[in-house]
């Protein structure tokens, strides 16, 4: 029976940063945005960098403010209905793509049909599998027009849920559920955008250069004339051309450079706490890891995590223990129970569970440890092959390969054995690390295949409260007893910033949007 409505009302988003007389004025800011991103396509951006650049460009209904926290974006405003069951959005009347056509409900609904197409192979689809009939058309049971997303007139849009889920607007500034112009090109070389910038020049692995969007509903609030990224995948030469003075912001820094720049550039170095975690998937197809619990426990035991936080990275980094990090409101993770062990009793336990394992009888066991293109990651690769070695006697041949290459050896699984995962929250919610482990999970790269870990989330999802929370973290204690991914630590934000850059917050979700920043200048 459906319930009163409940009205969510925002002021505008595009907090207005007011221009300091005489000091400020427009200008471009330079960026580091960390390896080449996967893709610039809505369906099919997958990293981390391609998901930052795309924020600038392209903007769904929900967006994010200056401090990192969801606000209305393309939606003026909203109501949840039917118990949170369903939502229904007004779309700005200023909304607009950057040719000057109007953003309508239909381009929302053309998108995220296009999202559930077998053609496309959405790699993120399932941000929304709790939409109405996601399931389903996921599995190929319907076709993507029975997706529950309608347009009610050009001006709104409904959206209906197969069950609550309190973080659904946040889903909503994800590339996955923006918009697509009608003329259904996602090349946002040609295609027209509706974000707050567009892109004007782009040279592959050098730089991407942005102008503002003049047709974007708060076009009058961007202090800056432009914006030009720069893919830089090794931390050190983005530090050397950050001292360089090419760059304003960058994307991170370099493993064990963290003492000298809190010295020499304390008031550019931001570093702040990140819902992020760092782990090494096992791909539980190869026939060593998927056979025994016991190996996949040994190996997770005989890594130091606080030497590879301390020393291998050193730049605030927090061991960790669990695939959920802390500072969700309302969730304690379920960490991994010898994480209050001393290191010493940890590695026996390791050689006890490596021997229950049997896999050393026919010679010492060796594992590929596959990772991307980085200096910290390989770093980080490294040292966890030396412990693997001298705690149990593994052999792990390591193995770079570039990004693109490497997210797609990743989904296939044919030739991965443990290779370098992780994830930044999508929204602030346990779901979004633990859904990655759902047996038919498309994010799903370890093959991890649990009835119990997927019935556990299940309930959580028709749970509310703190009940909710209890069974959420049930299905974390199975992973850290099957121990499909590794947990090693947890992440926190890592940028340097140059004071004269204003506009820029430390946040939880260490998301910047550009259309905020300004840049001091000398001119008077």
Same mark, same amino acid.
């Given at each position: ?72 974006? &393309? +939606? !003026?405003? /909203? ?9 229904? =959005?007004? *779309?700005? %009347? @200023? ?18 049909r296009r999202a559930f197409t077998p053609a496309t192979a959405a790699a993120t689809a399932g941000l ?34 197969? &069950? +609550? !889920?309190? /973080? ?9 559920? =923006?918009? *697509?112009? %009608? @003329? ?84 550019? *170095? ?81 050689r006890r569970l490596y021997r229950q394992s049997g896999v050393a009888r026919n010679g010492p066991l ?141 946040n939880l979700r260490d998301i910047h949007l550009s259309r905020y920043l300004q840049l001091e200048t000398?001119?008077?």
């Amino acid at each position: 029976m459906p319930t009163r409505p409940t009205r969510v009302l925002f002021p505008l988003a595009g907090l207005t940063l007011a221009l300091l007389a005489g000091t400020l004025s427009a200008a471009t800011v330079h960026r580091g945005l960390g390896p080449e991103p996967d893709s610039l396509q809505i369906h099919q951006a997958q990293g981390l960098a391609a998901v930052n650049l795309l924020r600038d460009i392209r903007e769904g209904l929900v967006t994010f403010d200056v401090s990192g926290e969801p606000v209305p974006g &393309q +939606a !003026a405003a /909203w109501e949840v209905l039917d118990d949170g069951l369903r939502y229904r =959005f007004k *779309l700005r %009347a @200023d909304a607009r793509w950057s040719n000057g056509d109007p953003v309508t409900a239909g381009d929302f609904v053309r998108a995220w049909r296009r999202a559930f197409t077998p053609a496309t192979a959405a790699a993120t689809a399932g941000l929304l599998r709790h939409v109405r009939n996601a399931e389903d058309i996921l599995q190929g049971r319907l076709e993507p027009d029975a997706l529950g997303i309608r347009s009610v007139d050009p001006g709104t849009l409904e959206i209906e849920l197969n &069950q +609550a !889920a309190p /973080w659904f607007p946040e889903i909503l500034a994800h590339p996955v559920a =923006f918009p *697509l112009h %009608a @003329d259904g090109l996602d090349d946002p070389r040609s295609a027209p955008v509706n974000g707050a910038f567009r892109i004007t020049e782009w040279t592959p692995r050098a730089s991407i250069r942005l102008a503002p969007n003049p047709e974007f509903h708060a076009a009058g609030t961007i202090a800056l004339d432009g914006v030009v990224y720069y893919p830089i995948e090794e931390p050190a030469t983005e530090l050397a051309r950050y001292r360089a003075g090419e760059l304003d912001i960058t994307e991170t820094i370099p493993a064990g450079r963290f003492a000298w720049l809190q010295e020499h550039l304390p008031d550019d *170095l931001h570093v702040h706490p990140y819902l992020g975690s760092f782990w090494l998937g096992l791909n539980l197809t190869h026939p060593e890891l998927g056979r025994s619990r016991e190996l996949r426990q040994a190996l997770a035991l005989a890594i130091d995590r606080g030497i590879v936080a301390r020393t291998v990275l050193g730049a605030g980094e927090l061991p960790g223990w669990s695939i959920v990090p802390p500072g969700i409101a309302g969730y304690t993770p379920a960490v991994m129970p010898q994480s209050g062990l001393s290191q010493a009793d940890r590695e026996a336990d390791a050689r006890r569970l490596y021997r229950q394992s049997g896999v050393a009888r026919n010679g010492p066991l060796l594992l590929e440890l596959r990772y991307n293109t980085s200096g910290v990651h390989r770093r980080v690769a490294v040292a966890v092959a030396a412990m693997w070695k001298q705690v149990l006697g593994v052999n792990t041949e390591l193995v770079n390969e570039e990004w693109k290459v490497f997210v797609n050896n990743r989904r296939l699984g044919t030739v991965t054995e443990v290779f370098r995962g992780g994830w930044i929250a999508d929204f602030a919610d346990p779901t979004s690390f633990l859904d990655l482990l759902i047996g038919d999970s498309s994010m799903n790269h370890t093959f991890y295949r649990n009835p119990a870990f997927d019935d556990l989330l299940s309930r959580a999802g028709a749970a509310a409260g703190a009940q909710r929370m209890e069974l959420l973290r049930q299905a974390e204690t199975l992973l850290t007893e099957d121990m499909p991914v590794i947990p090693l630590y947890y992440y926190v934000s890592r940028h340097l910033v140059r004071p004269r850059v204003s506009g820029y917050a430390d946040n939880l979700r260490d998301i910047h949007l550009s259309r905020y920043l300004q840049l001091e200048t000398d001119e008077f």
